[in-house]
């Protein structure tokens, strides 16, 4: 009896983390405005095709969990929280503008099995869809910061306009960007010689690459830039990423400006940005996101513009980045009875209506092998119930880190638990 | 661009209470000492169809979807949360018992769509597995009775065991049970008269079903049956039925014996109990579940013996029988500037900081289409910030409900968003 191929279960200690990953950033959701949307996990398989969503021939379709319904209807796994968004704004002509969201929930990849990637995981997105403002950049890249700021990860957010770094491509004479796009990606990982390297492979000449470098050679400012960025589409990308860090000046929020971050998703049509740890193990980006004025409006078709912006957390790397912090249980105290089972449950709803998360013996196991269970299970108190602790009214209590035992009564306990 | 057949979005305004009904219940399980567990919504087909779960030749496995992935691997949208349980059990079987914990999620049906049913619905159960003692199953109703308490819902929770209803049965000469149960499971809704008829036409023979009802006609009580049940698996299920009685008693849980109560499910094998609103609209069950003692150990094979006991709240009618008393948006305030938008972020972040869930003016819109727009998301506040606001150091309160507006400072704003 097996899970199927590439998928895992959670189990309670890990996901005890998960939840609270998830309730604090609920929490900042609501705060900055974003109420929630469940779409079904079930799409029909033309709406995850669509053109402007994945399209028929990206990665994502051919790696979507196919099947039928009794009726022959072709169905789908969805493959990201996005497409099912502008399915929802499709079908919700009513909605008034901009409509703010945010989903989380299990999205599915049928593809290769890689360490820590498998084929059913979570996404947790916020999108503010039908305004081009960048102050609804700037309130997205605000919620992305106060929510690890609340989940106490010290992280970089480094943000970027794709119109900047298409511009200078543009004014460097490179017409096929997007390769050009994903190498120049790397320099953060590979440097500046690994990129002109993986450029010089896939096809661009050494003027080319010696055109962009005379750019964004060096440690590039926004100001260092506007003397030499020279194209249209570049100065609308450094205007608008002006505005932005404008106001996320105003609203407190620390960004890094990084020319050469792009993002892997061909659909970024402004900013984009991406979220590090600054120091710690996981090396790979705990959030992301950026603004996407054409897919929406090129989904609903008939030649709409739906300019949007969001952003994602990544509630894997986030944990792997957290890990070491977290408690295994939530359960405070476990309440063993010794021939004082019905005595011992009005202690157990005592404890429980003073608020405190508590599990008692509910087999017919001795002491020995209760203690062992309580604390197999990470429980760190433990109270004991027998014939002496009634007659004076008390309960004994152990701390099962230091195997200290104390008589107390139930109100001292309680005391002890809340502090 | 349509959702698929049979499954549905949850807009902002219902995911909110939905989200409530859940975070409540979260609380609940975690007082009570259950933690979570996510299992995937993909599993293997034949973990699905294996004996002891749903079994092969089940409604329910009838009625899963199933799919393959790329390496042709047979696979399946989980039809409940508990073959996954049984399954994780299995999988793991250094595991201390019992083993508590909690999960909710989706879960498929490719079957009829009526009102009220989707094929894609949540489930959300608490399980004890490994333990006999009824002191699961009164902890397990203990959660359900506090769940409600905690949700403002006034309900009656209707308990029996399984093994008195069969024992009858078998007193009165039945011997084919399942069902003589389907049919004396609706002696609330249809009267003595309504299940005498279907026992009749189910091929019950006169004698047979007058035997059943010289035992449970009128009202009957667990001491009263004490008189006329002589079968012993009857006997033994009012003995663990006062049992558990007995423990639900001390721990202040109040619930009604019903000893027509049988839940339609075959694989439960002693306590059942259904949870019913008192009063209101709502007449389906909110909550339901029992004793399956046979279900973990079939599936395991190898003739091993699992006790265990669950419940599982009814997501959708437990909101059905609160929509009315729930806010549609939890967005307190909207921030409004006329020709002030960088100043107008700093009373943003300092509401937020403040704990006050906020939103602001993202577009260039006039300040009527605003105010329409903050008035249509159902946010109760609007804070307007212009140059008259800017220069007395103050801001423009409005209420959205009585119209008033006031000129306040942003200290006294907080204060009364706060109270």
Redesign the interface.
Known sequence: ?????????????E??L??QVVDTL?EVF????F??????????LE?LS?KGGAGEESDALKET???Q???K?K?A?RFDLTVPLA??V???PNL???F??YEMG?V?R?GPIKLGRT??FWQCDID?V??N?M??D??VI?VIS?GFNRLGLDVVIKVNNRKILTGILEQAGIKEKENAIIAIDKLDKIGKEGVCKELNERGYNKKQISAVFDIIDGKVTLTGLKTKVKNELGIQGMTELGELM??LK???VQVKFDVSLARGLAYYTGTVFEVFLKKGEVTSSLAGGGRYDDMVGN??GGGRVIPAVGGSFGIVPIMAALKKTVQR???KV?VLPINA??ES??V??QL?TA??????A???KGVSKNL??AN??GIPFVIIIGENELQKKKVLFRDMITGTEQLLSLKDVVKKLRA
Chains 1, 2 share one sequence.
């Open positions: 009896m097996q899970t199927a191929r590439g998928v895992r279960d959670i189990p309670p200690e996901k005890i998960k939840n609920k609501k705060l900055y405005g109420p929630p949307l469940e779409t079904p996990t079930i799409e029909r709406t669509a969990f196919k099947f319904d009794q009726g209807r169905l796994l399915r929802f499709t079908m919700n008034k503008m901009p703010k969201r299990s599915f049928d084929r059913e503010t039908g305004t403002s102050l609804a700037a309130e605000a106060e404008n106001y105003r609203m407190k989904f609903m249980m939530s359960t476990f089972t019905e449950l009005d157990v709803q429980r608020g405190i998360p508590t599990s008692f509910l087999g017919k062992e269970y197999y299970l």
